[in-house]
């Protein structure tokens, strides 16, 4: 309850902040879906939920990104979040965004993410990523 709670405290603050909301739908053999919103140039906290299975094995996920390098096109990124309820544990990803359209709001992701607890695994994604309000 506590790890949940400390999840919605730490949405609620970033919502606060002037910043860009993203979106995301990974495919992998846990397909998750991601709410973002971009703190400063380089911060991205995601807050993650599994789809496509029951609610009792949906797995929640907090994840504070980093990004290393971005342009108009790519974005490098790597972090460090938590993971609760379903493969538990500490999650850490390193990803790429890339925004190949002339409209820069609808891109496409790829990324690798090790969860280390009581089972680790290495979980790979791609997808897509959608930014609201691009400048």
Do not use: C
């Amino acid at each position: 309850m506590k790890r949940i709670f400390f999840m919605f405290i730490f949405i609620g603050t970033a919502s606060l902040a002037q910043a860009q909301w993203t979106t995301a739908f990974h495919l992998s053999n846990r397909p998750f879906i991601g709410v973002n919103r971009q703190l400063g140039d380089n911060w991205l906290p995601e807050f993650r939920v599994d789809v496509d299975n029951s609610f009792e094995f949906t797995g929640l996920e907090l994840a504070v990104n980093y990004s290393f390098f971005q342009n108009e096109t790519v974005q490098l990124y790597g972090g460090l979040g938590g993971r609760v309820n379903y493969f538990s544990g500490l999650v850490i990803p390193a990803g790429l965004n890339i925004y190949p359209f002339e409209n820069k709001n609808f891109g496409f992701q790829m990324e690798i993410a090790g969860i280390i607890g009581e089972v680790s695994i290495l979980r790979g994604s791609t997808g897509i990523r959608y930014r609201f309000n691009k400048n």
